[in-house]
């Protein structure tokens, strides 16, 4: 029986955040700040740099805080005080679109919808099936290729 419960509470809990990631994207996009791009990325720029452009193949330094739309942290380098490094094949389909059209000094709102990000199957027990990531992201460095 206990199964059977676990595995409702979670097709509701897929269903659930579906329906709030629509309903949070749908009223975002209509924000006099908000971009979207052809792919459903939704993205507020808060300080454009002046710097390069990351490609597909870079290794990026960025100040990161990653939250879901209900506020939950998921992380953040800005209270670490040390940034995070990764190449652009590591990152999720949203945040390497994202990252792309930010310049060196750039720092992003990013609006992730789930299809650009964890999809339906979510990742670990954080993020669950179907939700929007938000990331506010200051692109600090590009490393050298």
Known sequence: MARGGTKRKSKGTQGF????????????R???DVKVTDSGLQY???EEGVGERPTEEST???????TLIDGTIIADTYKEREPATFTMQEAIAGYREGLILMKKGSRYRLFIPPELAWGK????NKIGANAVLIIDARLVDIMPE
Not at 17 to 28: D, G, I, M, P, V
Not at 121 to 124: N, P, S
């Open 30 to 32: 209509k924000k006099a």
């Open 17 to 28: 955040n579906r329906k709030n990631s629509e309903e949070f994207l749908s009223k975002n």
């Open 60 to 66: 990026v330094e960025v100040q990161q805080r990653i």
């Open 44 to 46: 507020l720029i808060i």
């Open 121 to 124: 199957r979510g990742a670990g």
